[in-house]
């Protein structure tokens, strides 16, 4: 199959949205001849024009309003949050509008908006440019979240956050846009709430989100080498989450390892870890439910310390192992 | 520009039904029979009536905290609404809503908002989403004079003026941002100046002058349609309650609250109908008594509405 990067994927995937429905636009600062911080919407200004490719001044907060008004009156748009860092300006519109809308208004409102943001460290760029804040957004009844970790991932289940009638805050990983995989020239769908298990294993299962996907996968192939055979599974879909799968995986290998690259304190792993504790897989348990997460530390600017603020290959590999030997 | 005696009578006729309602709210908080806040408009009826008298059936508004009269003004049910204020099942949001989040979409009302502003960024985007369909309807947004000293009322207003957006910013200056007058949160005479820093045109009228009101938004809803762009109007008037059910006015005088009843915009539009020899005092008291009644049965609607199910409390989350 052609390959794109995880770039391309979700250029294509806004292409082919906007092709089909012209209600689609997209919205945010610098996404038009600049192409986004990190060129993802380069050249779709030139196919699709001002009007469906709109610039703003710096208003985060608007952006969000934007998306959110937008979509009352029966647009479909995507908003783009420069770095997911800034979406704490943005918050109110997401938190107090856009995500009870629909309840407080008695179930009779709907506000369909994707709002794209790239997340993650690994840049450079220190505390305020390198945030991983989805769990706050997981936290919000009406919200859903996404996080892709492959090109195939990115572009079908960004069409189906841009189809989906809901808003989804649609998290991208900085260090994954230049990352290639196969993916299918037509448009095609991955629905929401679908978890996918992106290498069987029989001895330990790590459930990882976003870039970790791709970092536990490295691991995988590793530890193979030793004679550990490791399952990885990627949500895929924070909220909502396919708990069924999780749990299969981890009735199968008893051992579970969480990995994601937010602050392990108030991160996604304390939900993932509870999920399972409260389900029949408890049982199936041989071993403590163990979680690898970034420090609870701003990300900081020096190399070295920035590469040891969140987990890396090499971290997955030791706590794998350690869990698969039984020495947790 | 002028308005028909019929559409006259019946802008009274919302005026005095905005108040019946919000007295007999008062009431029935007094009465234990709704619990959580309220905000009354009492004393700023001719903002939300003048400036909705602008607006096409069609065109849509956004509201606030301090929302009723713009509900009803927007041609609301008001047995919806009342069972809405009480929690019932068939209020307008079935009573997940409640006083703050009154949304009536089929009359173009997309709500009363809870947060002091929140409403200012949405009329962005559904400028935005009404220009980009070529829809020939406007947004008209309501906000106080608190609103106004937040980001969002800068970021927003400077994104509808750059985009030329069918937007009309409605400013209800009733001089206080719960405690904070006006006086002390501004440095400037007028809020509406501030329309040129974002190079659109800024108005101030009388809010408690239905007329007046209704003059100076139809101006700015008229440019609004003609692709104009967005207009900044700023209704001076006077809340005559308290900001919220825990109000006790410390930071207010008597002689000043008393001072502004004098100028009540109902007793004010009343007159000068009488005066233009549209209404007879006969028919303006029939007008008030009729308010009253309809709101007397919205409360007898309201009271014999179910309660909401609880089988029914994850409902309207997701689509």
Known sequence: MRELSYAEAIREALRQEMQRDERVFIIGEDVGVYGGAFGVTLGLIEEFGEERVIDTPISELTI??????????????????MFMDFITLASEQLVNQAAKIRFMFGGKEKVPFVLRTPAGSGTGAAAQHSQSLENWFVHIPGLKVVMPSTPYDAKGLLIASIRDDNPVIFVEHKLLYKVKGPVPEEPYTIPLGTAEVKREGRDLTIIATSIMVQRALQAAEQLAEEGIEVEVVDPRTLKPLDKETIIRSVIKTGRVLIVHEACKTGGFGGELAAVIAESEAFDYLDAPIVRLAGRDIPIPYNRTLEYHAVPQVENIVEAARRLAEGRV | MTLSPERKRELLCQMYTIRAFEEKAEELYAMGKVHGTMHLSIGMEASAVGSIAALRPDDLILSTHRGHGHCIAKGADLNKMMAEFMGK???????????????????GNLGANGVVAGGIPIAVGVGLGLKMQRRDQIILCFFGDGAANTGAFHESLNMAAIWSLPVVYVCENNQYAMSLSVRKA???ERISDRAAAYGIPGVTVDGNDVMAVYEAVKKAVDRARAGGGPTLVENVTYRWRGHSKSDVNRYRTREEIEAWKKKCPIKRFRARLIEEGILTEEEADRIRDEAYAAVDAAVAFAEASPEPSLDTIEEGVYA
């Open chain 1, 64 to 81: 969000a309003g934007a998306i959110t008004g937008a979509a009352l009156v029966g647009m479909r748009p995507v908003g783009e949050i």
């Open chain 2, 89 to 107: 099942e068939t209020g307008y949001c079935r009573g997940r809503g409640g006083s703050m989040h009154i949304a009536d979409v089929e009359s």
């Open chain 2, 186 to 188: 501004f440095a400037i």
